[in-house]
Nanobody
Framework: EVQLVESGGGLVQAGGSLRLSCAAS????????KGWFRQAPGKEREGVAF????????YYADPVKGRFTISSDNAKNTMYLQLNSLKPEETAVYYC?????????????????????WGQGTQVTVSS
């Protein structure tokens, strides 16, 4: 079992950048499927970016490709999400998530139901 704690959220102007961190404890993070979701008020939680334990590749939702970068530092047992060129509509609570099983199909990486472990969330607010 792994515990996740996010940090790095805040208020930024449109076009600005933030880096979110997700520190894991309780288990080694390396072989987990892991990534980031976000949830805006009144909207469903949506998948943003993920690292697959099957191939260690990164996968991104179309709206964030080219602007967001997911990475993982195994020595620190920490995952990151670099957010660049932020837009006001990306204001949301950002959650990191992980699962020790093999989610397999990359489409399923983007679905919240496949993740057993969640952080508490960090607020990202993008002003126009």
């Amino acid at each position: 079992e792994v515990q996740l704690v996010e940090s790095g959220g805040g208020l930024v102007q449109a076009g600005g950048s933030l880096r979110l961190s997700c520190a894991a404890s309780g288990d080694t993070f390396d072989d987990y499927d892991k990534g980031w979701f976000r949830q805006a008020p009144g909207k469903e939680r949506e998948g943003v970016a993920f690292i697959s334990s099957a191939d260690y590749n990164a996968y991104y939702a179309d709206p964030v490709k080219g602007r967001f970068t997911i990475s993982s530092d195994n020595a620190k047992n920490t995952m990151y999400l670099q957010l660049n060129s932020l837009k006001p509509e990306e204001t949301a609570v950002y959650y990191c998530a992980a699962d020790g099983g093999t989610i397999g199909n990359t489409w399923n990486l983007f679905k919240p139901k496949y993740y057993a472990y969640w952080g508490q969330g960090t607020q990202v607010t993008v002003s126009s």
